[in-house]
Nanobody, 115 residues
Framework: QVQLVESGGGLVEAGGSLTLSCAAS????????TGWFRQAPGKQRELVAS???????YYAGSVKGRFAISRDNAKNTVGLQMNNLKPEDTAVYYC?????????WGRGTQVTVSS
């Protein structure tokens, strides 16, 4: 059974930093395309950053230069370093892994940025 578990969310002031981590069981991140998504109240879920099996990285324009995605193959985790956080970054952040036709999601972690 595949399980993705996010951690590291919390409340931070604007300009602060948080580091999210996603731990996997039942799937190896290096064999998947992995991404961080977020969903703010009343908005659609959006892709924030992703890292492919080959290590190719993508960032949404709104976070480029502030967020950094990384993968630790030894620990089988994917991280999201978030710097210079803004109130508009407030959302539930979800870890996602895709392997072929299979799509796995974590339950999410809340990030709240106060102004």
């Amino acid at each position: 059974q595949v399980q993705l578990v996010e951690s590291g969310g919390g409340l931070v002031e604007a300009g602060g930093s948080l580091t999210l981590s996603c731990a996997a069981s039942g799937v190896t991140f290096s064999a998947t395309d992995t991404g961080w998504f977020r969903q703010a109240p009343g908005k659609q879920r959006e892709l924030v950053a992703s890292i492919s099996r080959s290590g190719r990285i993508y960032y949404a324009g709104s976070v480029k230069g502030r967020f950094a995605i990384s993968r630790d193959n030894a620990k089988n985790t994917v991280g999201l370093q978030m710097n210079n956080l803004k109130p508009e970054d407030t959302a539930v952040y979800y870890c996602n892994a895709v392997r072929g036709l299979l799509d796995f999601w974590g339950r999410g972690t809340q990030v709240t940025v106060s102004s």
